[in-house]
C-alpha cells in the first residue's frame, strides 16, 4: 500500500506561482495513477488533475486549472508535482496528493482516489 506526503505549500500573492511535490512510499509507485485533490474552506473536496502510470503519459485537468497548472511525475524519484502558475485568490485550499491503480479521471472527479496525503495548505493573497 502506497503511502503519500505532500509539501511545497505557503502563502503567494495572486498571480505568482507555487510547486507542490508529493512523495511516494511503499508499493510500487509505476503501478499508481497519480492526482492532486483541493478543498477550500467550507467547500467540498474537488479534483484537479491527475496523470496516468508514466511520467510522458495522458494528463486530466479540471477547466479552471487548464493551462495554469501542470501535473507531472518522476518515477525514478517516486514523485509527483503539481506546477501551479497565474495562481488566483479562488485557489486558496488544502491541496491533497491521491494515488489509484486504476487511471479514471471521469470516475475521480466523482468518487476520488483510493490513497491519499494529509495535505499541504496553499494561500493566495488578492
Known amino acids: 500500500q502506497v503511502q503519500l506526503a505532500e509539501s511545497g505549500g505557503g502563502l503567494v500573492q495572486a498571480g505568482g506561482s507555487l510547486r507542490l511535490s508529493c512523495v511516494a512510499s511503499g508499493g510500487t509507485f509505476s503501478s499508481y495513477a497519480m492526482g492532486w485533490f483541493r478543498q477550500a474552506p467550507g467547500k467540498e473536496r474537488e479534483f484537479v488533475a491527475a496523470i496516468s502510470w508514466s511520467s510522458d503519459g495522458s494528463t486530466y485537468y479540471i477547466d479552471s486549472v487548464k493551462g495554469r497548472f501542470t501535473i507531472s511525475r518522476d518515477n525514478a524519484k517516486k514523485m509527483v508535482y503539481l506546477q501551479m502558475n497565474s495562481l488566483k485568490p479562488e485557489d486558496t485550499a488544502v491541496y491533497y496528493c491521491?494515488?489509484?491503480?486504476?487511471?479514471?479521471?471521469?470516475?475521480?472527479?466523482?468518487?476520488?482516489?483510493?490513497?491519499w496525503g494529509k495535505g499541504t495548505l496553499v494561500t493566495v493573497s488578492s
Open positions: 491521491a494515488a489509484d491503480l486504476l487511471f479514471h479521471p471521469v470516475e475521480f472527479e466523482k468518487d476520488g482516489m483510493a490513497y
